[in-house]
């Protein structure tokens, strides 16, 4: 185990779990050295079956350098449709190489529009719209430019890998979930779970930080300025275009909305982030506490919790077990075997007591971040429920000298940039 990067650590990611100095380099130089391939997880029908039954076109969607919101609003726009008719199954790196599956309401094969930088294959028909994880895994070639260090990358694979020959790292939110470049969704989030809409908005406009570009930072400046005043005029007047959602912040305050009303500017979508980005800090820190007390992260201890796998290797959330004393062995037994694995709670009003010394660490944790369970709940427009996550991420790595090129497959959920994190040992910056 070695300490994070210092930038890491305030989103909960505090250890790395190899001690060997990094390769450095960086990530992301072009979209090419990124590639997500989704794996499908469901059948689907042919492309002539009935439209009646099979209202739902399923089309294989290749995209270059371009963010999932962006290619659903513009493939939307392009067939003149809203662009809740068009769904995936899970949102991937803008700049990356990704092909995923997209579903269109009422789309037909022969109108597929050309779309720059995306490619469109119509795949077959399904009797619904896709949900969020209905893909099995994703796939992942990421190449590292310019290492520093790259006499580190034995050494580190060689500390990960297991006697399997899998590797195993820290199943933590990678800095995405954060924003890499201004990581305050978290922070965002935990005023809105205090009640403190106010604050929220005030942090959601006026936090900078130093990689974003000088036009922005001067920009929340001045919007910090103008607000500190009360010049709501001088405030939208100075802040850029292509801050949208800002701009849609600072309009509902000019037309003197209340704070409640002055958040529903933003998406829905948005909102639940920040809050879902405070589950997702705690889950880290307590992953964290695991590994600075020296637990293993793959073999359950009293207090833990553990989910079953189903046949094809998905996680059970619904068959959720405690560990107890009288069932530890019996536990550790099923991990071993592989048919269930140690997991640990996203923060919500149904998460259960936590019991043993696992329970009580982690209760020392929660209350660390001034968080409550009910506490989670409490911004209306927000779904926050009691999930478990595996807190080991566990797969097969394959490592190209040329590149250095990884391969490697993980489920849903689960980011590249923890793997690569461990290799690199960077600014998460350097792999944003």
């Known amino acids: 185990m070695r300490p994070a990067h210092v930038r890491e650590r305030p989103m909960g990611m505090r250890y790395y779990a190899s001690t060997s ?23 689907v029908e042919p492309l002539d079956a009935n439209t009646g ?53 009422h789309g037909s094969a022969d109108e597929l529009p050309a779309i720059e930088d995306v490619d469109l294959e119509p795949v077959g028909r399904l009797g619904r719209q896709l949900e969020f994880g209905d ?15 790259p006499e580190w990358r034995d050494a580190i ?50 936090a900078s930080s130093p990689h974003e570009p000088a036009r922005t930072r001067l920009a929340r400046t001045e919007i910090e300025g103008a607000l500190d005043v009360g010049d709501l005029e001088q405030a939208i007047a ?38 879902h980005a405070v589950q997702s800090h705690a889950f880290n820190e307590l992953v964290s ?34 560990v107890t004393e009288s069932r530890l062995q019996t536990a550790r037994r099923h991990v071993a075997r592989g048919r269930a694995v140690v997991v640990a709670p996203l923060l919500g009003p149904e998460t259960p007591p936590f019991e043993g010394p696992i329970g009580a660490m982690y209760d020392a944790v929660i209350a660390g971040l001034d968080l409550s369970r009910d506490g989670l709940d409490a911004v209306s427009v927000t779904d926050v429920s009691a999930l478990w996550r595996p807190i080991a991420l566990i797969t097969e790595l394959e490592i190209d000298e040329s590149g250095p090129t990884f391969s490697f497959e993980l489920p849903p959920g689960s ?15 350097a792999m944003a």
């Open 238 to 275: 100075v802040t850029p275009g292509y801050l949208t959602y800002e701009r849609r912040l600072l309009g509902a305050m000019r037309k003197g909305a209340t704070v409640e009303d002055v958040l529903d500017a933003l998406p829905w979508s948005l909102v639940r982030l920040f809050v």
């Open 53 to 105: 039954d099979y209202g739902y076109l399923i089309v294989e969607a290749i995209t270059t350098g371009r963010d999932t919101h962006d290619m659903i609003d513009t493939l939307a726009g392009a067939l003149g449709i809203h662009p809740g008719a068009v769904a995936v199954s899970g949102t991937k790196d803008a700049n990356a190489v990704t092909t995923q599956w997209v579903s269109i309401r």
């Open 21 to 43: 100095p990094g390769i450095g380099g960086r990530l992301k130089t072009h979209p090419t050295d990124f590639r997500v391939i989704e794996v499908p997880g469901l059948e």
């Open 415 to 429: 980011y590249a940039t923890v793997i690569m994190r461990e290799f690199c040992k960077v600014d998460p910056v």
């Open 157 to 206: 694979s060689t500390e990960l890998t297991t006697e399997d020959g899998s590797i195993v790292v820290p199943n933590f939110f990678g800095h995405q979930r954060f924003g890499a470049r201004r990581s305050i969704t978290h922070v965002v989030g935990q005023q809105l779970v205090h009640g403190d809409i106010e604050g929220a908005i005030r942090t959601y406009l006026t």
């Open 289 to 322: 506490e695991r590994m600075r007390r020296g637990i293993s992260l793959t073999e359950p201890q009293v207090g833990d919790t553990i989910c079953f796998v189903d046949g094809e290797g998905q996680l059970d959330t619904e068959r959720a077990q405690g």
């Open 135 to 149: 893909h099995a895994a994703n796939r992942f070639e990421v190449t590292v430019h310019a290492p520093t260090h």
